[in-house]
């Protein structure tokens, strides 16, 4: 079993461009799930000035291993060309997910009983918005994020390291603040193409019984809903617990406890105490039962999904041009890197939908769309013009959402893409 272990560790950390083995457990039963076609990375967003310039495209498939049952993308680009210095997500800016983000703070310090004073880190801290319920707890705390979106963090006063995660960065860490109590990786674990590597690194950063909290989108959730729009290359891996039970049993570590929420649609958080034998919660067992009922181990619930897929894109596809045939218009709203799978995948273009509108504190505005070059603008026009649809392209928080915009006097109907095209007139 040792030695078994030793090998899959030794797939953690990727090589860049096409995959033939699974991301955890090395296994070559790779059984294909769709195809999305080449896609650019969801967010290279244009300039203007880039519209007439060639793009650069990756295979996005998604396939599912047989062996540990991981789900994955088989081709990994470089983290250098998807996380880039301007980079425009920005995690505080939706107000649920902030405080999503910040309850996950609490929760930790509540659950770990951990004393004021003690240090915190996230890794991918983005603008600190996760830091900043630790900080309101008493923490000390210090982010890690290799994108610009760090200085907001340091501006608002997160002590924040503007650069990839590394083993070497987390042995910097240590000599300057000391162990910590908690590491965190939210809505990044996924993300990771050297993740033995990050592993290795938060190892080494947490004093022994600390935890290692991490929230990645969670499989059973995007082929229950019918998630594909969440397909993209930042997302290397799609886990369901089983598999993350796997990977860390590799590692000396014991993951503890699970919970799922609602983030991005429905994601998975789970509980990686440092040492091995930890007491290991019913919720761990539940989980896998569930996992087990749902067929998620089994090639039926894959083939489900994938005809899902291409109903729903079908079903979009025919109610936008239907709607242009009648002369009325279909706007975007909102513009989350998934939007641009969704876009890209059902073929919708500026012929169909001539704009994506963005709350005026977007980072996209004044953008395009890659590979349909829709542009991003100001959501001042849609209450301005009230065209006749608005399509939710963050249709997973559609309803907070759309009491805003109906606040501030949206009249159009609201359209959601998925997990099947709905209309809502009020």
């Known amino acids: ?25 090395g296994s070559e039963s790779l059984e294909p799930v769709i195809d ?8 290279s967003l244009l300039w203007p000035k880039n519209l007439t310039e060639p793009e650069q495209t990756y295979p996005l498939k998604f396939v599912w291993c047989t062996d ?9 680009v470089a983290p250098e060309i998807l996380f880039y210095a301007d980079y425009p997500y920005r995690s505080g800016i939706t107000p649920t997910l902030r405080n999503n983000l910040r309850a996950t703070a609490s929760t930790i310090i509540e659950v770990y009983k951990i004393d004021e004073g003690s240090l915190a880190i996230d890794i991918g801290s983005n603008d600190g918005s996760l830091l900043s319920g630790f900080k309101d707890g ?7 994020e290799p994108t610009d979106i760090a200085d907001i963090a340091i501006e608002d006063g997160i002590d924040t390291v503007k650069a990839f995660f590394s083993e070497k960065l987390a ?3 240590v000599a300057e603040h000391g162990n910590a109590s908690a590491v965190t990786a939210a809505n990044m674990f996924a993300h990771v193409a050297k993740l033995g590597e990050l592993i290795r690194g938060v190892e080494y950063l947490l004093e022994d019984g600390g935890v290692f909290v991490t929230e990645s989108h969670y499989l059973l959730d995007l082929l229950e809903t019918v998630q594909y729009d969440s397909i993209y290359h930042e997302h290397l891996k799609y886990y369901s617990l089983r598999s993350i039970i796997r990977l860390f049993d590799s590692y000396n570590f014991t993951v503890v406890d699970v919970e799922r929420i609602e983030n991005y649609g429905g994601s998975i958080r789970v509980f990686a105490v440092k040492g091995k034998g930890h007491k290991i919660s019913n919720r761990i067992v539940d989980l896998l039962a569930k996992e087990q009922q749902f067929g998620l181990y089994e090639r039926p619930a894959f083939d489900d999904f994938a005809e899902k897929v291409q109903k729903s894109k079908k079903d979009l596809m025919e109610f936008i041009v239907e709607a ?11 513009c989350p890197g998934r939007s641009s799978t969704l876009m890209n995948y059902c073929n919708i273009d500026t012929d169909l939908m001539p704009y994506i509108a963005e709350q005026s504190t977007s980072l996209k505005l004044g953008l395009y769309l890659p590979g349909m070059h829709i542009p991003i603008v100001d959501e001042e026009v849609i209450f301005r013009k009230n065209p006749e649809y608005v399509l939710m392209l963050s249709w997973h928080y559609w309803q907070p959402i759309a009491a805003n915009l109906r606040k501030k006097g949206l009249k159009s109907k609201i359209v959601l893409p998925l997990p099947e095209v709905q209309i809502y007139e009020v």
């Open 1 to 25: 079993m040792t030695e078994n272990l030793f090998l899959e560790k030794s797939f953690h950390d990727l090589s860049y461009g096409t995959l033939m083995h699974c991301q955890i457990c």
């Open 36 to 43: 999305l076609g080449h896609q650019a990375p969801c967010d």
């Open 68 to 76: 540990c049952s991981l789900a994955q993308i088989d081709y990994v």
């Open 138 to 144: 008493g923490m000390r705390v210090v982010g890690v």
């Open 171 to 173: 042995q910097e860490i």
């Open 324 to 334: 242009r045939k009648k002369g009325e218009q279909v706007v975007g709203i909102g």
